[in-house]
């Protein structure tokens, strides 16, 4: 319930509605505030004064207008005194970075696992790194507000458990405890901690931090060794009944088509994933990472015929994708990332061109398709994405960051 | 924003917040009510008085518990006192029920349109058979809270517009203008009214009033002449961009498959609906209803081989198009309804068949796979559902109730 009799609680609603709007509309005033969120103009004023000082919120220098009267301050979120944290447990290693309020990075840091067998191993690595990151000189002077981890299977971010990361062969690993385990005694200890599975992490990261504010639906396909999706709607990331939903890898593109790992046929996994594209190439199931990606990568750029026809195919399965995506969702923005993006125009242009083609077949504009702003590091910027969104609706039952840790 | 200034709009929110408690959890007490929702309990004392004098609540009578000191009097939603209306403007007639606050239907009415080709004329006629209804004797002493509208096309729900009714023949019609138009000098004239299409209205019956009441996410397949979807998720119904989410009818389910109405091929639409039935079972596109749809439903009823087998068909590509939703939403329940129902199990095996072999093939338990309760009255009823969910969310931007005629 919204409306609470927890004075604490309200309060921190109430702050956390004008970091909101400022957000969405940076540079409203004081006044302007109250207006837009309904608060009396003593109570914006009081806790514009408590944000400020923990480093929230700051005024803009006052514009010299020449009007009369008391002249409205701009305030804007403050990019210089906070900082989250955001980290990627990659497939073969860790990706992690700190970013500003308002996601730009401000300290990076990336490694392979020492032994990407152990699950346990390497959350106890990522502690570590976490805990050299913090201490980073240029976040020296920063209060640290929360961590955000993206993991590369199915999660259940109310326990911060993962299920299975399928291509690191990690099943049932509390990420959550082993982390809060490994991070005792550190200065990351209590710091609010949330877990979600990569795709959903980097939906959030493009909602916070892209100029893609607001839209929604908002649909993140991630397209590594499988196929994933993060889909925001009605404000909120969509989770499902046992957080699987986004799981879109597992539509049947083509009934009876190429076995999918997940034991059916024809799935968006067994027809685009890059694990599809090396089976394509190379023959079923070999060993994977690191070196076949790569030698997929290097024909692809240097014009193997046979590596491109097989990403051009790909990308028209891709193309079917998206078209189903856009009539169940109607989506206000779609973004394409994940590893296969190496692949670029080679497997988007042909994407791009099935949806075209099934967009002048029903004379609709089909949504714009866009690769994100963040790169490689789209999952760990995610991260911190996902701490700012929750802290930022402290009314929400998802992601408390509250996981009580062993 | 929820926490406004407006007292009129906080009360009402917490009023409401009182009620919607009341629907997941009859017979709380007030002391309870207070405790959850977080209101003090004079404040809930206070509502709840309002409540129970405008209709909206009533109390049980007292346990003889034997306890000493106060006994805490269960409230209940009173079905006693208001109604909701819900219409259905369908394929070839209207349908429309008064319910209580419960969705007990307490009058209904349906009749064939005078011109089906008019849209305008049939509106009028909805208006009506409305006024009508709203008249019946069993309402005589309750008081009208709303209106519903199925509408079989593309809503605009913001505006009450229908983009298109294709099966109609009906193109950018306002139909909201249009109804107060006609309602105005009834006893219907200020009546608050809400518009959408059909399976997102039959998507609201299932949340409000089938027992699925907080299932999410929750998706209602219809399937007529063509193939939607109601989908509610976060607590929502899922509208999308331009409204059009849930349109899984032109998911494509076989590429390069047999031509559909929207110019794409392999649509799901064009495998499953009961147009593309006719089509298989009587070649292509014969001038449709009502008698060609009666004859198929005849001949699979008696048996008919190449029937069964073009209904089979559907049936298993039906199966494909849940697997692809069970993916992509993780749903706590589909429920299947729409006038192919009638096929009943002759297509819902098959169906439910394809989903059991892709859910054992992955070792994960498919999705429950129901049909809703309310048979032919699922749209209508689904009318007076959203009108009650819409009512109990003054907080919410979508169909404020308020299309303000013309």
Redesign the interface.
């Known amino acids: 319930?919204?409306?609470?009799?927890?004075q604490q609680l309200?309060k921190q609603?109430?702050r956390m509605?004008l970091v909101r709007?400022l957000c969405g509309a940076p540079g409203m005033s004081r006044a302007g505030l109250?207006e837009?969120?309904?608060?009396?103009k003593s109570t914006v004023s009081l806790l514009v004064r408590e944000l400020m000082d923990e480093g929230w919120l700051t005024e803009s220098a006052l514009r010299a207008t020449g009007a009369l009267g008391r002249r409205a301050t701009p305030l804007h979120l403050d990019g210089e005194r906070l900082a989250l944290l955001g980290a990627d447990l990659g497939i073969t290693g860790l990706r992690l970075v700190a970013t500003n309020l308002l996601g730009v990075v401000l300290a990076e840091r990336d490694e392979p696992y020492d032994d990407a067998a152990d699950a346990a191993a390497c959350v106890a690595q990522a502690a570590r790194a976490l805990t050299a990151l913090a201490a980073d000189a240029a976040l020296a002077p920063r209060t640290l507000l929360g961590l955000g981890v993206g993991l590369h299977g199915a999660v259940d971010d109310t326990s911060g458990l993962l299920h299975v990361a399928p291509h690191l062969g990690w099943r049932n690993v509390d990420v959550a405890g082993l982390l809060r385990a490994s991070l005792a005694g550190t200065a990351l200890a209590t710091l609010p901690l949330f877990i979600q599975n990569e795709a959903k992490v980097a939906a959030l990261a493009e909602l916070e931090f892209s100029g893609e504010r607001g839209a929604?639906?908002l649909i993140y396909v991630s397209i590594g060794y499988g196929v994933g999706?993060g889909?925001i709607?009605?404000?909120?990331l969509?989770?499902?009944?046992?957080?699987?939903?986004?799981?879109?890898?597992?539509?049947?593109?083509?009934?009876g088509g190429p076995p999918c790992s997940?034991?059916?046929r024809g799935c968006a996994d067994a027809l685009i994933g890059l694990q599809a594209l090396l089976d394509a190439v190379h023959g079923p199931r070999q060993p994977a990472p690191p070196e076949p990606l790569q030698q997929l990568f290097s024909a692809a750029e240097r014009g193997d015929a046979a590596t491109l026809a097989a990403v051009a195919a790909a990308g028209r399965h891709l193309g079917?994708l998206l078209?189903?995506?856009w009539?169940?969702?109607?989506?206000?923005s779609i973004a394409l990332g994940g590893a296969a993006m190496r692949l670029g125009e080679h497997l988007v242009a042909p994407a791009r061109q099935v949806l075209a083609e099934?967009a002048?077949?029903?004379?609709l504009a089909a949504?714009a398709v866009r690769t994100p702003p963040f790169g490689a590091n789209s999952i760990a910027i995610g991260g911190a994405a996902m701490a700012r969104h929750y802290l930022m609706r402290p009314f929400d039952g998802h992601g408390v960051g509250s996981y009580a840790g062993t």
């Open positions: 319930m919204i409306v609470a009799g927890d309200l609603i109430n509605a709007q109250s837009t969120v309904g608060l009396t929604d639906p999706a889909i709607v009605n404000g909120r969509m989770t499902g009944l046992y957080g699987f939903a986004g799981e879109v890898g597992h539509t049947i593109l083509q009934q997940c034991g059916r079917v078209n189903n995506l009539v169940a969702f109607d989506p206000m099934y002048a077949a029903t004379s949504p």
